[in-house]
Protein backbone atom coordinates (compact mmCIF):
# COMPACT_ATOMS: atom_id res chain seq x y z
CA UNK A 1 0.00 0.00 0.00
CA UNK A 2 1.28 3.33 -1.05
CA UNK A 3 1.60 6.05 1.52
CA UNK A 4 2.32 9.95 1.58
CA UNK A 5 5.63 10.85 -0.49
CA UNK A 6 5.30 7.69 -2.61
CA UNK A 7 6.21 5.46 0.20
CA UNK A 8 5.66 1.94 0.04
CA UNK A 9 5.05 -0.80 2.68
CA UNK A 10 6.98 -4.06 0.50
CA UNK A 11 10.10 -4.04 2.85
CA UNK A 12 8.33 -2.86 6.14
CA UNK A 13 6.04 -5.41 6.40
CA UNK A 14 9.25 -8.44 5.61
CA UNK A 15 10.89 -6.72 8.41
CA UNK A 16 8.15 -8.07 10.18
CA UNK A 17 9.10 -11.20 9.38
CA UNK A 18 11.03 -11.51 12.31
CA UNK A 19 7.62 -11.31 14.97
CA UNK A 20 6.45 -13.98 13.65
CA UNK A 21 7.29 -17.50 15.59
CA UNK A 22 7.17 -21.12 14.24
CA UNK A 23 5.86 -24.09 16.27
CA UNK A 24 3.61 -21.73 18.29
CA UNK A 25 1.72 -25.09 19.15
CA UNK A 26 4.36 -26.55 21.26
CA UNK A 27 6.73 -25.85 23.95
CA UNK A 28 9.96 -24.68 22.62
CA UNK A 29 13.86 -24.46 24.23
CA UNK A 30 14.51 -21.80 21.78
CA UNK A 31 11.83 -19.96 19.73
CA UNK A 32 12.56 -19.86 16.32
CA UNK A 33 11.09 -16.43 14.16
CA UNK A 34 10.21 -16.77 10.53
CA UNK A 35 12.96 -14.47 8.79
CA UNK A 36 15.94 -16.88 10.99
CA UNK A 37 14.35 -19.80 9.66
CA UNK A 38 14.16 -18.64 5.88
CA UNK A 39 17.88 -17.38 6.01
CA UNK A 40 18.64 -21.59 7.20
CA UNK A 41 16.04 -22.58 4.40
CA UNK A 42 17.92 -20.37 2.16
CA UNK A 43 21.53 -21.53 3.26
CA UNK A 44 20.36 -25.17 2.89
CA UNK A 45 18.62 -25.26 -0.60
CA UNK A 46 21.62 -23.17 -1.91
CA UNK A 47 23.95 -26.27 -0.64
CA UNK A 48 21.16 -28.81 -2.04
CA UNK A 49 21.09 -26.98 -5.42
CA UNK A 50 25.20 -27.37 -5.11
CA UNK A 51 25.15 -31.18 -4.47
CA UNK A 52 22.92 -31.37 -6.97
CA UNK A 53 25.24 -30.50 -9.91
CA UNK A 54 28.92 -31.06 -8.21
CA UNK A 55 27.60 -34.72 -6.83
CA UNK A 56 25.00 -35.39 -9.06
CA UNK A 57 25.65 -33.44 -12.31
CA UNK A 58 22.39 -31.65 -12.21
CA UNK A 59 21.16 -28.72 -13.59
CA UNK A 60 19.96 -26.58 -10.57
CA UNK A 61 20.50 -23.04 -10.36
CA UNK A 62 22.22 -22.25 -6.67
CA UNK A 63 21.13 -18.48 -6.76
CA UNK A 64 17.54 -18.92 -7.88
CA UNK A 65 16.87 -21.55 -5.56
CA UNK A 66 18.02 -19.54 -2.66
CA UNK A 67 16.40 -16.73 -3.67
CA UNK A 68 13.07 -18.75 -3.78
CA UNK A 69 13.86 -19.82 -0.39
CA UNK A 70 14.62 -16.49 1.23
CA UNK A 71 10.64 -15.72 0.12
CA UNK A 72 8.94 -19.06 0.80
CA UNK A 73 7.46 -17.81 4.33
CA UNK A 74 7.41 -14.04 3.05
CA UNK A 75 3.82 -14.08 2.55
CA UNK A 76 3.24 -15.50 6.50
CA UNK A 77 4.13 -11.36 7.36
CA UNK A 78 0.25 -11.43 6.67
CA UNK A 79 -1.01 -14.76 7.01
CA UNK A 80 1.18 -15.56 10.27
CA UNK A 81 2.57 -19.39 10.77
CA UNK A 82 -0.42 -21.69 10.38
CA UNK A 83 0.85 -24.98 12.50
CA UNK A 84 0.92 -27.81 10.02
CA UNK A 85 -1.13 -29.96 12.35
CA UNK A 86 -3.73 -27.35 11.79
CA UNK A 87 -2.66 -26.38 8.06
CA UNK A 88 -2.96 -29.82 7.07
CA UNK A 89 -6.04 -31.47 9.16
CA UNK A 90 -7.83 -31.78 6.20
CA UNK A 91 -8.56 -31.61 2.59
CA UNK A 92 -10.95 -28.36 3.38
CA UNK A 93 -8.81 -26.80 5.58
CA UNK A 94 -5.25 -27.51 3.43
CA UNK A 95 -7.01 -25.54 -0.31
CA UNK A 96 -8.34 -22.88 2.01
CA UNK A 97 -5.02 -22.50 3.12
CA UNK A 98 -3.43 -22.72 -0.34
CA UNK A 99 -6.08 -20.16 -1.65
CA UNK A 100 -4.94 -17.99 1.41
CA UNK A 101 -1.10 -17.94 0.82
CA UNK A 102 -2.23 -16.96 -2.88
CA UNK A 103 -3.98 -14.12 -1.69
CA UNK A 104 -1.29 -13.08 0.67
CA UNK A 105 0.99 -12.76 -1.73
CA UNK A 106 -0.86 -10.77 -3.91
CA UNK A 107 -1.30 -8.73 -1.15
CA UNK A 108 2.59 -8.32 -0.74
CA UNK A 109 3.02 -7.86 -4.24
CA UNK A 110 -0.04 -4.46 -4.43
CA UNK A 111 2.72 -3.16 -1.25
CA UNK A 112 5.28 -2.52 -4.33
CA UNK A 113 5.78 0.10 -7.45
CA UNK A 114 4.25 -1.11 -10.38
CA UNK A 115 7.32 -0.96 -11.86
CA UNK A 116 8.89 -3.61 -9.46
CA UNK A 117 6.08 -6.10 -9.19
CA UNK A 118 6.63 -8.26 -12.13
CA UNK A 119 9.82 -8.96 -10.81
CA UNK A 120 8.51 -9.65 -7.22
CA UNK A 121 5.63 -11.69 -8.43
CA UNK A 122 8.51 -14.50 -10.28
CA UNK A 123 10.21 -14.84 -6.61
CA UNK A 124 6.68 -15.23 -4.56
CA UNK A 125 4.82 -16.99 -7.12
CA UNK A 126 7.80 -19.16 -7.92
CA UNK A 127 6.92 -22.68 -9.85
CA UNK A 128 6.93 -25.38 -6.45
CA UNK A 129 7.41 -28.20 -8.77
CA UNK A 130 10.53 -26.85 -10.78
CA UNK A 131 13.67 -28.56 -9.45
CA UNK A 132 14.62 -25.18 -7.55
CA UNK A 133 10.95 -25.59 -5.83
CA UNK A 134 11.33 -28.80 -4.75
CA UNK A 135 15.06 -27.91 -3.44
CA UNK A 136 13.42 -25.11 -1.42
CA UNK A 137 10.34 -27.87 -0.13
CA UNK A 138 13.09 -30.10 0.56
CA UNK A 139 15.10 -27.63 2.63
CA UNK A 140 12.13 -26.22 4.61
CA UNK A 141 11.97 -29.87 5.80
CA UNK A 142 15.34 -30.28 6.58
CA UNK A 143 15.34 -27.08 8.72
CA UNK A 144 12.30 -28.31 10.54
CA UNK A 145 14.04 -31.71 11.19
CA UNK A 146 17.01 -29.70 12.34
CA UNK A 147 14.70 -27.74 14.87
CA UNK A 148 13.77 -30.99 16.41
CA UNK A 149 16.94 -32.77 16.51
CA UNK A 150 18.07 -29.18 18.62
CA UNK A 151 15.54 -28.90 20.60
CA UNK A 152 15.75 -33.17 21.27
CA UNK A 153 19.35 -32.25 22.13
CA UNK A 154 18.51 -29.13 24.55
CA UNK A 155 16.08 -32.23 26.61
CA UNK A 156 12.77 -31.06 25.79
CA UNK A 157 10.86 -34.08 24.40
CA UNK A 158 8.28 -32.48 23.03
CA UNK A 159 9.22 -32.77 19.63
CA UNK A 160 9.80 -36.17 19.13
CA UNK A 161 7.20 -37.15 16.97
CA UNK A 162 7.18 -34.36 14.76
CA UNK A 163 10.84 -35.77 14.52
CA UNK A 164 10.03 -38.58 12.90
CA UNK A 165 7.11 -37.52 11.19
CA UNK A 166 9.38 -35.19 9.47
CA UNK A 167 11.86 -37.75 8.81
CA UNK A 168 9.35 -40.02 7.03
CA UNK A 169 8.49 -36.96 4.41
CA UNK A 170 11.92 -36.06 3.51
CA UNK A 171 12.21 -40.12 2.66
CA UNK A 172 9.70 -40.04 0.88
CA UNK A 173 11.07 -37.00 -1.37
CA UNK A 174 13.42 -39.28 -3.13
CA UNK A 175 15.14 -36.99 -4.26
CA UNK A 176 19.63 -38.19 -4.01
CA UNK A 177 20.87 -34.60 -3.33
CA UNK A 178 18.83 -34.83 -0.13
CA UNK A 179 19.91 -38.04 0.62
CA UNK A 180 23.36 -37.20 0.22
CA UNK A 181 23.06 -34.15 2.88
CA UNK A 182 21.08 -36.14 5.72
CA UNK A 183 24.16 -38.51 5.20
CA UNK A 184 26.85 -36.55 5.19
CA UNK A 185 25.94 -33.16 7.13
CA UNK A 186 23.01 -33.91 9.62
CA UNK A 187 24.50 -35.88 12.62
CA UNK A 188 26.83 -32.78 13.27
CA UNK A 189 24.01 -31.24 14.21
CA UNK A 190 23.89 -33.02 17.42
CA UNK A 191 27.15 -32.36 18.11
CA UNK A 192 28.11 -29.46 20.86
CA UNK A 193 30.75 -26.76 19.97
CA UNK A 194 33.58 -28.26 21.38
CA UNK A 195 32.91 -31.75 19.44
CA UNK A 196 32.29 -29.38 16.44
CA UNK A 197 35.90 -28.36 16.65
Known amino acids: MKQGN ?9 SRMKHIYRWSLMRNVNRENIMEHSLQVAMIAHGLAIINNRIFNGHAN ?12 SNETI ?4 PTPIKYFNPEIETSYKGLEEVSKHKLLS ?3 ESLKEDYNRILFYDETSLEGRL ?31 MKKIKSMDLPEVDYFMKHFMDNFSLTLDELN
Request: glycine residues 6%.
Open 79 to 82: TGDL
Open 6 to 14: NQYSFFAFL
Open 136 to 166: VKAADRICAYIKCVEESKAGNGEFQKAQQSI
Open 62 to 73: PEKTALYAVYHD
Open 111 to 113: LLP
